[in-house]
């Protein structure tokens, strides 16, 4: 009885002490663990909830940046073009330039040397005596460029223009790139090397219809002009030296041109042309619209072009009238016979400024030429242009470009394009002097020239004033006098001698 008593008062101390805390604050441990996984079950709930909500932000977000990357943007900057890849690292632009040019000769017959025949009756027998008047399309290009994985560009482009007839289409610019070092261009192919400030200005920007003589000369002649085959590298920054400033230097080493390539292989071994060219361009000052910049550009010609062994190779300077509706020419060296290892050089200095709307620039060039004669002929040329801007807009220093549009002034930007009944469009009037001389030691009137001693190329001079209407940023209209005189002798000592003028004018649409 008395063991009983004692297990059963165990067992009943037991039960309270087990129940007891179950039943302190009311509630028992199995309401406070269904409590406690209900809680739990609810934050599990929440963050399952989101997670979701968050894989779906995220995925939209990645869905919008693929869209993005894989997009294509297009944009029409000045009416051209242009396509890009969403990440910018893939870039095309569409290009294109229509130029066409007209002209009036007014050449009277009593104005022409003997050495044309005779005299006020030369027409029947020189046709410099009687240039044709008309027209023709100075350019016609058509092109693309761009950049592709970011730090590479391209270019290609053909032109259908030319000079007195139109061309049946060749390549004019066909290159590629690297820009992936700041500052810095590496770009190889059919390429217009940098050279001289105004052949670095683009042909839609120029101030006048033509570039002056001295400059079409030189890069004709020395590996400048487009479409050579060549290696060019160029290094161009801003703020080298003080705020405002901006330096260029760049240096190629060219080939034939390409459109000429069918004409230099024509049987036999073949000696191709080969150049070293190079510019120099310094921006003294701006002040974010005006700029005074200074420069000098050179070039030596390394080898001439032949495809006979052991022949002499030869160099002919010449130049027409600072209009291409005509493709005669009134000054030329002849073919002068050259020394085979460095035959020619040229060098010279360049300015440009701009004030407000105001604008003077100038070049000065000098032709060394080596040759195999008793004497070794030097010529020289330059020009000074200014253009003043009537309604107020200023042109644009360039200071940049993946072309070789570098380091030049380029036209206004129209504050009010034309419109019947709106805008006037930007009106300018400019004006130009320019000379090149291909005579040396060219001797008397009406004696005869001792040939390798005596070099009677011509001296010639174009006066130019004109008027230009920029309507907008894709259409300009041009407008020019052009008075031609022409100082030279024939090899028997008589006069060519004559002057000209010509009424010449331009319609230009580009983008």
Not at 134 to 161: C, N, Q
Not at 177 to 193: E, H, K, N, S, T
Not at 298 to 316: D, E, R
Not at 348 to 368: Q, R
Request: aromatic fraction near 10%.
């Amino acid at each position: 009885m008395t063991k009983t008593f004692w297990l059963a008062s165990t067992a009943l101390v037991a039960a309270s002490l087990v129940v007891a805390p179950a039943f302190a604050g009311g509630k028992t441990k199995t309401d406070s663990r269904d409590q406690e996984l209900q809680e739990l079950k609810a934050r599990l709930d929440r963050l399952e909830r989101e997670s979701a909500d968050d894989k779906i932000a995220v995925g939209s977000r990645l869905k919008t940046i693929d869209d993005k990357f894989y997009a294509a943007e297009w944009s029409f900057n000045d009416g051209r073009p242009t396509i890009r890849s969403g990440d910018g690292r893939f870039e095309m632009s569409i290009r294109g330039r229509v130029q066409l040019d007209w002209a009036a000769f007014m050449q009277d017959q009593n104005d022409f040397g003997a050495g044309y025949g005779t005299v006020g009756q030369c027409a029947a027998t020189n046709a410099l005596c009687d240039l044709g008047s008309g027209a023709v399309f100075r350019r016609v290009r058509f092109g693309v460029e761009g950049k592709f994985f970011k730090d590479f560009i391209y270019e290609l482009r053909f032109d259908f223009g030319g000079s007195d007839i139109e061309g049946a289409g060749i390549i004019n610019i066909a290159r590629v790139g690297y820009v992936g070092i700041p500052g810095l261009r590496i770009q190889a192919g059919a390429i217009q090397p940098i050279l001289t400030m105004y052949d670095s200005t683009s042909s839609a920007e120029l101030t006048t219809m033509e570039r002056p003589m001295v400059i079409t000369t030189l890069v004709g002649n020395f590996g400048g002009d487009n479409g050579r085959k060549a290696v060019e590298v160029t290094y161009q920054k801003e703020g080298l030296l003080m705020d405002g400033d901006n330096f260029l230097a760049s240096a190629a080493f060219t080939g034939d041109r390409v459109a000429t390539n069918g004409t230099s292989h024509s049987g036999g071994p073949d000696d191709e042309r080969t150049q070293l060219v190079g510019r120099l361009a310094y921006r003294l000052w701006s002040d974010g619209v005006s700029n005074v910049q200074v420069g000098a550009s050179g070039a030596k010609i390394l080898s001439l072009q032949g495809n006979v062994p052991n022949t002499p190779k030869t160099l002919q300077l010449r130049e027409r009238p600072e209009i291409r509706v005509t493709g005669e020419r009134f000054i030329d060296t002849g073919a002068i016979n050259m020394e085979s290892n460095d035959p020619a050089s040229v060098y010279g200095f360049e300015a440009g400024m701009n004030w407000n709307n105001l604008y003077v620039a100038g070049e000065w060039y000098k032709f060394d030429l080596d040759s195999k004669n008793a004497v070794d002929p030097s010529y020289t040329g330059w020009y000074v242009e200014g253009e003043w801007i009537i309604t107020g807009e200023a042109k644009r220093y360039v200071a940049s470009g993946t072309n070789n549009n570098i380091a030049v002034f380029r036209g206004p930007s129209v504050t009010s394009p034309w419109s019947l009944g709106g805008g006037i469009g930007a009106w300018s009037i400019h004006a130009r002097y320019s000379t090149l001389d291909l005579n040396d030691n060219e001797g008397a009137a009406g004696v005869a020239a001792v040939a390798g001693t005596n070099y009677r190329g011509g001296e010639e001079t174009n006066t130019i004033v004109g008027a230009t209407w920029y309507m907008n940023a894709n259409l300009k209209m041009m407008a020019e006098y052009n008075m031609v005189d022409v100082t030279r002798l024939n090899a028997a000592g008589a006069s060519l001698d004559t002057s000209f003028d010509v009424v010449q004018g331009r319609m230009m649409f580009t983008f």
